[in-house]
């Protein structure tokens, strides 16, 4: 059974219209990740979720937010996509204190 | 600044040879991670290693730590077509309850027939 559901899959956009991608996980843990991943290159983490708490890495730009409603949803909003926002988006989910950190079938975001 | 990489970039090898993917990282890490992604998927998780001196195997892979040289080996025994992907290597650098990961540049693996 799926454990870290992300939706949708592929996603089209336009340049500066917003877009919103949701990650789901049946697992139940607390830390909840964003990863973007651009072609031929590792992932990186944009943000990550404590519980409630919301941690931002220094370098994600302004244009990258997140919410997390409750402990099985997280969304990532990115308000006005550029082309250079075109990537694979990772989510991923971690138990506070464990070692196992379980990724998503990730998103494959296009900007037009 | 803290740096993680992965030589080879690009390997290339004949199915049935073997070979090393070599991961230094500069920061201290309790935890390495190896993952394995195909093109176009997510990432699978390989190993999680958690002390120094480390060993653990799957099949033809073998991953190893050292702390102390902050090192990380992936080894492949008698490689086969299968086994052609991207492998990356992660540290968790930062500890505590979260597993912030700080990934290596890759290393795409092509085995030939």
């Known amino acids: 059974d799926a454990m870290v559901i992300q939706n949708p899959r592929y996603q089209v956009t336009q340049f500066g219209k917003p877009v919103t991608l949701s990650c789901s996980q049946t697992?139940?843990?607390?830390?909840m990740y964003w990863y973007q991943q651009k072609s031929s290159q590792a992932p990186k983490l944009l943000f990550h979720?404590?519980?409630?708490?919301?941690?931002n890495e220094a370098d994600t730009p302004d244009n990258f937010q997140s919410r997390r409603p409750n402990t099985s949803f997280c969304f990532l909003d990115i308000r006005s996509p550029g082309l250079g926002d075109a990537a694979m988006y990772l989510c991923?989910?971690?138990?506070?204190?464990?070692?196992?950190?379980?990724f998503g079938p990730g998103t494959r975001l296009t900007v037009t | 600044e803290l740096k993680v990489e992965q030589n080879p970039l690009f390997l290339s090898m004949q199915e049935g040879k073997n070979y090393t993917i070599y991961c230094n990282y500069s920061?201290?890490?309790?935890?390495l991670y190896w993952y394995r992604q195909d093109p176009g998927k997510s990432l699978e998780s390989l190993f999680v290693?958690?002390?120094?001196?480390a060993v653990k195997q799957e099949g033809r892979l073998m991953a190893s730590l050292d702390t102390k040289a902050r090192l990380s080996t992936l080894h492949i025994t008698a490689a086969v077509h299968d086994l052609s992907a991207t492998y990356f290597c992660?540290?968790?650098?930062?500890?505590?309850?979260?597993?912030?990961?700080?990934f290596g540049t890759g290393t795409l693996l092509a085995v030939q027939p």
């Open positions: 991923a989910t971690s138990r506070a204190g464990g070692y196992e950190q379980y």
């Open positions: 697992l139940n843990h607390n830390v």
């Open positions: 979720y404590y519980d409630k708490d919301f941690n």
């Open positions: 920061t201290t890490s309790d935890r």
């Open positions: 290693l958690l002390s120094n001196g």
């Open positions: 992660a540290v968790a650098p930062y500890g505590g309850a979260t597993n912030k990961l700080i």
